[in-house]
């Protein structure tokens, strides 16, 4: 397993969507990289939190080596029809148009045209699997799954598929887990105040991005980069 350690939010919506689509889609951070950020392991402060993936997303390839170009095509628009079908019958599973990791559009908007591209005598094309978390289950059990998912669906000619070597993980609901945070610092700032008599105490940051990186194969840490400053004696 290549498992992603820096994080990024993926909002790169390339087509317009409903308004609950956009919305659900803007409570979704997906993080990926091949190395901690050192800057974020700096700032990150007291209160924080640990939380479970939602789903993971890896990159589906599908290609074709048959010398004629127009078979060569036919055979992986089926294979795109096919892998857009199996997706959409089956719980746990979705599909997404765009580069993994940079950009994401969502699979009624993507054609096959769209990720078709041919190198030489081959031709071929990309999409993004996102795999939903089981309660419970390993991250070596999901891309079994994964695996299985993909061996399921019927390939046409010389085409073939197969997994990306990369893995991103996904959490959903950011902003519910935003406002558990900012709870959680709050409660941080009230005990500053009461138990341990803090005479004044100013909370800085507060209007940050949520960082989220990834801390287990299936877990993500969140936090808030804020700062606290706290003085203790009379206040002015």
Do not use: H
């Not at 790169?12 to 091949?34: D, H, M, N, Y």
């Not at 055979?75 to 979705?94: M, Q, Y």
């Not at 005479?199 to 980069?225: D, N, Y």
């Amino acid at each position: 397993m290549r498992l992603n350690l820096v994080s990024a939010a993926i909002l790169g919506l390339v087509l317009p969507l409903s308004a609950t689509a956009q919305e659900a889609r803007q409570q979704t951070i997906v993080v990926t990289g091949s190395r901690i950020d050192v800057e974020d392991l700096k700032a990150a402060p007291a209160i924080f939190r640990y939380i479970r993936a939602d789903f993971v997303q890896v990159q589906v390839v599908c290609q074709s080596g048959s010398r004629d170009a127009s078979e060569r095509r036919s055979e992986l628009e089926k294979c795109f029809d096919a892998l857009v079908s199996k997706a959409a019958s089956t719980d746990g599973f979705s599909l997404e148009g765009g580069d993994i990791g940079e950009s994401s559009a969502p699979i009624d908007s993507v054609l096959f045209g769209d990720v078709y591209s041919t190198y030489n005598n081959q031709g071929s094309f990309r999409l993004t699997l996102n795999v939903d978390t089981r309660e419970g289950e390993t991250f070596d059990k999901l891309m079994k799954r994964a695996e299985e998912f993909l061996k399921s669906v019927k390939l046409n000619g010389r085409a073939e598929s197969y997994l990306g070597t990369e893995q991103y993980l996904g959490a959903r609901n950011m902003g519910a887990q935003r406002q558990n945070l900012l709870s959680d610092i709050a409660a941080e700032i009230q005990n500053l105040r009461g138990p341990l008599g803090a005479s004044a105490v100013t909370a800085t940051g507060l209007e940050s991005r949520v960082v989220t990186q990834p801390s287990g194969p299936l877990e993500l840490e969140i936090f808030i980069p804020y700062t606290l400053k706290a003085e203790w004696g009379k206040a002015d």
